[in-house]
């Protein structure tokens, strides 16, 4: 079992940046990949960034490539999601995931936990 709470999400102007934090606890942190997904209102889910067991390999969607910075601190037990120049679109739950399966690298589907969820919402 792993338990995930994400925390950092809140209201901000477009353009302005937040930062997004994961701890994760249950089992050895350097096991698992993590990812983070987010919702929007009427929306699917949808892959956001996710980071390797070691942290070597990252992966980003199109749509934040140049703005989002995935990183995880092995020391803390966290994933953390930078976000800079954010815009209204990225308006959504974000939450983050464990993915016990994949060993060296990072995918967009197939993750085993979730967190809560914690809203982003960017004004125009």
């Known amino acids: 079992q792993v338990q995930l709470v994400e925390s950092g999400g809140g209201l901000v102007q477009a353009g302005g940046s937040l930062r997004l934090s994961c701890a994760a606890s249950?089992?050895?942190?350097?096991?698992?990949?993590m990812g983070w997904f987010r919702q929007a209102p009427g929306k699917e889910r949808e892959f956001v960034a996710a980071?390797?067991?070691?942290?070597?390999?990252?992966l980003y969607a199109d749509s934040v490539k140049g703005r989002f910075t995935i990183s995880r601190d092995t020391a803390k037990n966290t994933v953390n999601l930078q976000m800079n120049s954010l815009k209204p679109e990225d308006t959504a739950v974000y939450y983050c995931?464990?993915?016990?399966?994949?060993?060296?690298?990072?995918?967009?589907?197939?993750?085993?936990?979730w967190g809560q969820g914690t809203q982003v919402t960017v004004s125009s």
């Open positions: 980071i390797s067991r070691s942290g070597r390999v990252t």
């Open positions: 249950g089992r050895t942190f350097s096991s698992y990949a």
């Open positions: 995931a464990a993915d016990l399966q994949t060993a060296t690298g990072v995918r967009r589907y197939g993750y085993d936990y």
